[in-house]
């Protein structure tokens, strides 16, 4: 056992001022395994990840990595060059490509000096034809990789770490993005990638992939290794509790009857720049006290959905109605004063500021609030109050609400924008993949405050790729499908899943 270890990790800690991100961390990972690193948003993994990567310097603690013959050397920290020569390629939750260059210039950008890569370009695209052979990672390598999809852009950047000579490769949420079928794909992928020697850490909230593919599973809580296991020995309740350290409540939703319209659009058409933004002659109503969900692959015109009633669009034909009240021209600022809170898919770009402080970002929809700001002055105290009484109440955690919105985790700034939205008490909320990215508790937190807004009478669209997030929470379901909005005539699981792949309902 010990000669196959491949990187062992003792004692990490690292603190960032007075969080606590990682507290005395060991871990090993073994020749051709793959580990999935499990913990509630905020818990520390990224963290960790960055530690082995050299992106951050440990306060305390070691990192070992095998190699070729297996002997363990200990690796200098903080240094990413360092991490890349002992064999570590990580993947993170957000791509960092250069998105006018081609794919094969991305992958083998930094690995040479530019003008040995122009006479090496034939041997570069052999060696990644051979890595594409291997692995089953497809993607186009001659097209600027502004135009490939998140499932091609993933392909790219692990294709990268293993033009790198990886033989650990580390990925931060992989499926977060991707379709269930990409993630399928991916998880195949990655089983070709350890035949051929490699060994795998992955970090994932979706407790059914990693049930389904990972060898082992480490749970962190609150910056600390709380237990292992081997995946044979893991189900869920059992990873749930000791993630939390308790169970989580599940989401009671009681059956309520519809109010008046809230949302129409009638024979509704935008012609958008590509196909997810592009829809064509919808119609749907959301009423008062109800939620609709929308069900599908996406990429199907949800962000055209989604841009519609957020205003960022105007149709190029129909109607659309809040309450009732026709808005010919609709803006973003029409729409948030008819009534329209929104949680935005890319939370990153749309959902916050993030180089604002979290204080900040939590008033950001409303400077015009004389509460907030009077005579052009912000009202520095209001805002720190305010902020302060959100943070508690919606249980964002992090470095404190002085600190810039970027530094919080993936589930904390998804928490910020629910605590920003939900406290105007919207009419409408527009929720597009709410809980991607979120733990289960901080996913259950959303449904609880979805159901809440509907029981104080606010109807609700509910875009998500996770179907059985749908069935849990709406009370109608319709379904996307290139531009077309269909009403599910069911609420059951495989028709609707045939519904979205495109068969007749
Ligand atoms: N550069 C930084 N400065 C200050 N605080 C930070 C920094 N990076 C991370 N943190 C804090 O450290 C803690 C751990 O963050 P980390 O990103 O490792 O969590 P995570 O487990 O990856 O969460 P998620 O599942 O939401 O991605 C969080 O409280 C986060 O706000
Ligand atoms: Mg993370």
Redesign the pocket.
């Known amino acids: 056992m010990a000669e196959n270890t491949v990187l062992k990790l003792s004692g990490l800690s690292k603190r ?2 007075s ?1 606590v ?1 990682n507290d005395d961390v060991s871990l090993t990972l073994v020749k051709g395994e793959v580990l999935a690193l499990l ?10 990840m960055n530690m082995l990567f050299g992106h951050y310097l440990p306060d305390a603690g070691t990192v070992e990595v095998a190699d070729a013959n297996g002997v363990l050397h200990a690796l200098p920290l903080g240094h990413p060059q360092a991490a890349l020569a002992a064999g570590i390629g990580m993947v993170h ?1 957000h791509f960092a490509l250069a998105e006018n260059i081609n794919a094969l210039d991305n992958i083998t950008l930094g690995s040479e000096p530019l003008r040995s890569l122009k006479r090496n370009r034939a041997a570069a695209r052999a060696k990644i034809d051979g890595i594409i052979e291997r692995s089953g990672l497809k993607a186009p390598l001659d097209v600027p990789v502004g135009q490939l999809s998140v499932g091609e852009r993933q392909r790219v950047e692990i294709l990268k770490a293993l033009y790198r000579d990886a033989r650990i490769l580390v990925l931060d ?1 992989p499926t977060a993005v991707l379709t269930p079928q990409e993630a399928d794909t991916l998880f195949s992928n990655i089983r070709s990638m350890i035949t051929d020697g490699l060994s795998v850490i992955f ?1 994932s ?1 979706k407790l059914r992939e990693v049930l389904e593919f990972s060898d082992r599973i480490a749970v ?1 809580r609150h ?1 600390r290794k709380v237990g292992e296991m081997a995946t044979t020995d893991a189900d869920e309740a059992k990873i749930a509790r000791m993630m939390v350290g308790a169970d989580t409540p599940k989401v009671a939703r009681q059956e309520m009857s519809p109010g008046a319209p809230v949302l129409s659009l009638k024979n509704v058409s935008v012609s958008g720049r590509s196909q997810r933004e592009t829809l064509d002659n919808v119609s749907l109503t959301v009423n008062a006290n109800e939620i609709l969900g929308v069900a599908g692959i996406s990429g199907n015109g949800q962000a055209g959905l989604a841009q519609l009633i957020a205003g960022l669009v105007q149709p190029s034909s129909g109607t659309i109605a809040v309450d009732d009240e026709d808005i010919p021209k609709p803006t973003p600022s029409r729409m948030v004063q008819a009534g329209v809170g929104r949680i935005p898919e890319d939370r990153h770009h749309e959902g916050i500021v993030g180089a604002m402080s979290v204080a900040e970002n939590m008033v950001i929809e409303r400077l015009d609030d004389p509460d907030i700001q009077s005579l052009g002055l912000l009202r520095r105290e209001a805002i720190a109050d305010n902020a302060v009484k959100l943070a508690q109440a919606y249980d964002v ?3 404190g609400v002085d ?1 810039s919105a970027r ?6 700034i998804q928490k910020l924008i629910l605590a920003r939205v939900f406290e105007r008490a919207p009419r409408l909320i527009l929720a597009n993949q709410p809980t991607r ?1 979120l ?1 289960m508790g901080a996913a259950a937190t959303v449904g609880r405050r979805l159901l809440e807004a509907r029981a104080r009478g606010a109807g609700i669209v509910l875009i998500s790729e996770d179907l059985d997030e749908i069935l849990g929470l709406a009370d109608r379901i319709a379904v996307i499908r290139d531009g077309h909005l269909t009403e599910a005539p069911t609420n059951n699981r495989e028709q609707i899943g045939l519904m979205m792949a495109g068969a007749a309902a």
């Open positions: 960032f001022g969080v991100a913990g509630e948003n905020g818990a520390g993994k990224t963290t960790l939750q949420e970090i909230h962190l910056g955690r992090g470095p600190a530094l919080l985790s993936g589930g904390n990215g733990d």
